[in-house]
């Protein structure tokens, strides 16, 4: 059963001439967003991407690009109402602004 | 919390309890030292790794059941480290995991019968994905455990498996060049990590993929119960000061019990509107239209206010019809948007837009349905 969400509002983007043929793209995307070519990987079903950043973190050349957030309402709107910490007991929420560069 | 340096576990055979009595190494922490999942020691070069059990017991279990309900789930920790499953030696493989227990739990109980190092970060209890997402479970969080566990003296290969969920927080070219240790993906579950390790650290494509059964989206929902029970104490306040001033105003004097009675009957349609919200749109989620969770919280809203406006309530007059067409797809709408935090499959993109259209259409219904909901105790 194949979950679908929004249609066309994701920030990944993909610059092939960067592309190794690595392939970990295709290995760590949770949602089957790439496929492999004969010599690149192409995003092949964007409109499944989570923007959850795991293909832009092991890209190795840094061919793709988005912008890493959790789809989680209640984050998003702490982050608005400024309340800190209610979620995991932690001292940031998972809004966007509180993803270190790891 | 230092104990003595010849501190005895008690479950460890005679067999063992030498090297367990021995000093503590860095690899290991006092606190893992009496629980119920550690049965034993392992020697290694750098000292004594515990050994855990692959067996869930009445501990565990109620211990997970604790923290689907949200009951002292951020205690719910495991000292980080190394631990070991079996009886490993230096080219058995190495696991990495998060100090959440029941990602632990979860994972070691798949792993009967084998051999191999688990080794655990500080991820101040959070799960793998959500600590990816943060940052905790993250490329220098690996390195910092590989280094003070001394896990190059105490493996002859230079191999980390990780869990694939942990890929958003980690670059394994950079655990790679910081560390030495190569970084593998794993499966998702941990179930298929037996059949991964089988077939020589690949993964078959279902491997890759999450599942979200109708169980899987179930038992993310008893946690989000447990924090209606603020929010219905309020409520249930809020009606009984509205039938009191209601019985003040009137020329019809309820007593105390009725006025009891009278709020419960008040209240009863906004608990089954957060039943709706929080049980039945994840049920049946893939069958609801729409893609907007929302949308799809609003449509069941809709289907139970009418139920209980013509079906179940006597009230008469367009006031009480009002007042629950505008307020429970409203509460619905705002539980089931709720929901997108729980899934595997919402962007942080997909959810600000919906957001943005779905906010100021809930508040705006919620505005008009409580005055008219006011209204109907004075008109």
Same mark, same amino acid.
């Given at each position: 059963m194949k979950f679908q969400y929004l249609k066309n509002v994701v920030t990944l983007a993909m610059d092939q001439d960067k592309c190794n043929g690595c392939g970990i793209c295709t290995e760590v995307c949770p949602q089957q967003v790439f496929t492999m070519g004969d010599s690149v990987s192409s995003i092949t079903d964007r409109d499944a991407c989570m923007e959850c950043g795991a293909c832009a973190r092991n890209c190795p050349p840094q061919a793709i690009y988005v912008r890493q957030g959790v789809g989680c309402a209640y984050a998003v709107l702490m982050d608005k109402l400024n309340i800190k910490g209610k979620c995991c007991g932690d001292a940031c929420s998972c809004s966007l602004d509180n993803i270190p560069d790891h | 919390m230092m104990s003595t340096k010849h501190k005895k576990l008690p479950m460890v055979d005679d067999l063992d309890n030498k090297c367990c009595q021995e000093e503590q190494s860095a690899v290991q922490s006092e606190d893992a030292a009496n629980t119920n999942w550690v049965t034993g020691c392992v020697e290694t070069a750098v000292g004594p790794v515990y050994r855990v059990s692959t067996k869930l017991d009445q501990k565990d279990l109620l211990g997970s059941f604790k923290a689907r309900w949200g009951l002292d789930r951020m205690n719910y920790t495991i000292p980080p480290g190394l631990y070991a499953i079996g009886d490993p030696h230096s080219s058995s493989p190495i696991l990495v995991s998060a100090n959440y227990k029941l990602s632990f739990d979860y994972l070691r109980r798949e792993l009967a019968g084998l051999n191999l190092w688990i080794l655990v970060l500080d991820t101040n209890g959070i799960n793998v994905w959500c600590a990816a997402g943060k940052g905790s479970f993250g490329t220098a969080e690996i390195v910092r455990m590989v280094s003070v566990t001394r896990l190059s003296e105490i493996v002859s290969h230079r191999t980390l498996i990780l869990p694939q969920l942990a890929a958003?927080?980690?670059?394994?070219?950079?655990?790679?060049?910081?560390?030495?240790?190569?970084?593998?993906?794993?499966? $998702?579950?941990?179930?298929? $990590?037996?059949?991964?390790?089988?077939?020589?650290?690949?993964?078959?494509?279902?491997?890759?993929?999450?599942?979200? @059964?109708?169980?899987?989206?179930?038992?993310?929902?008893?946690?989000?119960?447990?924090?209606?029970?603020?929010?219905?104490? $309020?409520?249930?306040?809020?009606?009984?000061?509205?039938?009191?001033?209601?019985?003040?105003?009137?020329?019809?004097?309820?007593?105390?019990?009725?006025?009891?009675?009278?709020?419960?009957?008040?209240?009863?349609?906004?608990?089954?509107?957060?039943?709706?919200?929080?049980?039945?749109?994840?049920?049946?989620?893939?069958?609801?239209?729409?893609?907007?969770?929302?949308?799809?919280?609003?449509?069941?809203?809709?289907?139970?206010?009418?139920?209980?406006?013509?079906?179940?309530?006597?009230?008469?007059?367009?006031?009480?019809?009002?007042?629950?067409?505008?307020?429970?797809?409203?509460?619905?709408?705002?539980?089931?948007?709720?929901? @997108?935090?729980? @899934?595997?499959?919402?962007?942080?993109?997909?959810?600000?837009?919906?957001?943005?259209?779905?906010?100021?259409? $809930?508040?705006?219904?919620?505005?008009?349905?409580?005055?008219?909901?006011?209204?109907?105790?004075?008109?």
């Open positions: - | 958003p927080g980690v670059a394994a070219h950079k655990v790679r060049s910081q560390s030495r240790f190569n970084v593998v993906y794993g499966p $998702i579950r941990a179930e298929d $990590i037996p059949a991964f390790l089988k077939n020589a650290n690949k993964a078959a494509p279902e491997m890759r993929h999450p599942y979200f @059964t109708l169980r899987d989206r179930l038992i993310l929902t008893p946690v989000e119960l447990t924090a209606m029970a603020k929010p219905i104490i $309020i409520l249930a306040m809020l009606f009984f000061l509205l039938n009191l001033a209601s019985s003040l105003v009137g020329s019809n004097q309820l007593l105390l019990p009725s006025l009891i009675d009278q709020t419960f009957f008040d209240l009863a349609p906004y608990l089954a509107a957060m039943f709706v919200g929080i049980i039945m749109v994840p049920a049946l989620l893939p069958y609801i239209p729409g893609r907007s969770f929302a949308w799809k919280g609003w449509l069941l809203g809709i289907l139970w206010a009418f139920v209980y406006t013509f079906f179940i309530t006597s009230q008469q007059g367009w006031l009480a019809p009002a007042a629950y067409f505008l307020t429970i797809p409203a509460i619905t709408a705002f539980l089931g948007l709720n929901f @997108t935090g729980s @899934t595997t499959y919402t962007s942080l993109s997909g959810v600000v837009k919906e957001m943005g259209i779905a906010l100021p259409l $809930i508040i705006g219904s919620a505005g008009l349905g409580v005055i008219a909901l006011i209204a109907k105790y004075f008109i």
